[in-house]
């Protein structure tokens, strides 16, 4: 949605205050641990942009509650993996050879969002370091969340995921976006029986040489997450919201882990 389109649509500027009030009466308060997924566009005039929607949630969290991002690079990915859009295969070993190496200071997260990306640059925001799956955080728990992030199965229990899960009372919270960008469903299917198991190489330096190391994760597909979703929502009751315009959703991380497993498995 462009700007103007934004404006047009919305009675009322979308300040800092006015988005605070808006995740309040949504059910955000002082000292809740979120991880956010977020879609700008699809929200009213917000005054400020990216920025105030951070600041909104960091004033309404404080630093006793945690914010979380995903900050994710696929494209640092194996080419050969490519789909949107395929590169040409004899293109694919110049690119794993030549593809700038992940650096959790400097490299931008890729098809994240302006908010995430936003947040991701701040200086008090903390990232991990896994070359394709990092997360940034700020609050009480970022340091601990971010920390140790395992290359092998990046999404699993070991990473920003699966520390939130340990929370317990980790809420997501999907801010003009809808379950196929839930993040989080990655942690279910890590813990999913059915779902097996694959390779993947990562560059990195060593001595001097870039080198590519194994790994081992899930078969990690997006394609069924609204599905999830959907069954999830229709046992568990209706998170549907709107935040500043933006159609949203906000619920317990663990119920929706715990759920989506089992329908995994099913």
Same mark, same amino acid.
């Given at each position: 949605?462009?700007?103007?389109?934004?404006?047009?649509?919305?009675?009322?500027?979308?300040?800092?205050?006015?988005?605070?009030?808006?995740?309040?009466?949504?059910?955000?308060?002082?000292?809740?641990? #979120? #991880?956010?997924?977020?879609?700008?566009?699809?929200?009213?005039?917000?005054?400020?942009?990216?920025?105030? !929607?951070?600041?909104?949630?960091? $004033?309404?969290?404080?630093?006793?509650?945690?914010?979380?991002?995903? @900050?994710?690079? %696929?494209?640092?990915?194996?080419?050969?993996?490519? $789909?949107?859009?395929?590169?040409?295969?004899?293109?694919?070993?110049? #690119?794993?050879?030549?593809?700038?190496? &992940?650096? +959790?200071?400097?490299?931008? *997260?890729?098809?994240? %969002?302006?908010?995430?990306? *936003?947040?991701? @640059?701040?200086?008090?925001?903390?990232?991990?370091?896994?070359?394709?799956?990092?997360?940034?955080?700020? /609050?009480?728990?970022?340091?601990?969340? !971010? =920390?140790?992030? *395992?290359?092998?199965?990046?999404? /699993?229990?070991?990473?920003?995921?699966? +520390?939130?899960?340990?929370?317990?009372?980790?809420?997501?919270?999907? &801010?003009?976006?809808?379950?196929?960008?839930?993040?989080?469903?990655?942690? @279910?299917?890590?813990?999913?029986? =059915?779902?097996? !198991?694959?390779? %993947?190489?990562?560059? +990195?330096?060593?001595? /001097?040489?870039?080198?590519?190391?194994?790994?081992?994760?899930?078969?990690?597909?997006?394609?069924?997450?609204? =599905?999830? /979703?959907?069954? &999830?929502?229709?046992?568990?009751?209706?998170?549907?919201?709107?935040?500043?315009?933006?159609?949203?959703?906000? &619920? $317990?991380?663990? @119920?929706?882990?715990?759920?989506?497993?089992?329908?995994?498995?099913?």
């Amino acid at each position: 949605m462009s700007e103007k389109a934004s404006v047009h649509r919305s009675s009322v500027p979308f300040t800092v205050d006015r988005l605070i009030k808006e995740f309040q009466n949504a059910g955000i308060k002082k000292g809740d641990t #979120i #991880i956010f997924h977020a879609s700008l566009s699809q929200a009213g005039w917000v005054c400020g942009g990216a920025i105030a !929607v951070i600041d909104a949630l960091q $004033e309404l969290l404080t630093r006793e509650g945690t914010l979380v991002m995903p @900050a994710q690079t %696929g494209g640092l990915s194996d080419p050969k993996f490519w $789909e949107n859009p395929p590169v040409p295969e004899e293109w694919w070993e110049e #690119i794993r050879q030549n593809m700038p190496l &992940f650096d +959790k200071d400097r490299t931008p *997260s890729s098809g994240m %969002g302006v908010i995430a990306e *936003s947040f991701r @640059a701040l200086k008090d925001v903390v990232r991990s370091d896994h070359p394709y799956y990092s997360f940034t955080a700020w /609050g009480k728990h970022a340091h601990w969340i !971010v =920390k140790n992030h *395992s290359l092998s199965h990046g999404f /699993g229990d070991e990473s920003p995921l699966g +520390k939130l899960y340990q929370l317990e009372n980790a809420k997501i919270v999907l &801010f003009g976006v809808d379950h196929d960008k839930n993040t989080s469903l990655h942690l @279910a299917e890590e813990h999913a029986i =059915k779902i097996p !198991v694959k390779t %993947g190489t990562a560059a +990195k330096m060593k001595a /001097g040489k870039r080198i590519f190391e194994s790994y081992e994760e899930k078969a990690y597909d997006s394609d069924q997450f609204l =599905k999830v /979703g959907e069954a &999830f929502e229709k046992t568990q009751g209706n998170f549907e919201k709107q935040i500043a315009l933006a159609p949203s959703k906000i &619920f $317990e991380m663990n @119920a929706l882990i715990d759920f989506a497993t089992h329908y995994f498995d099913c």
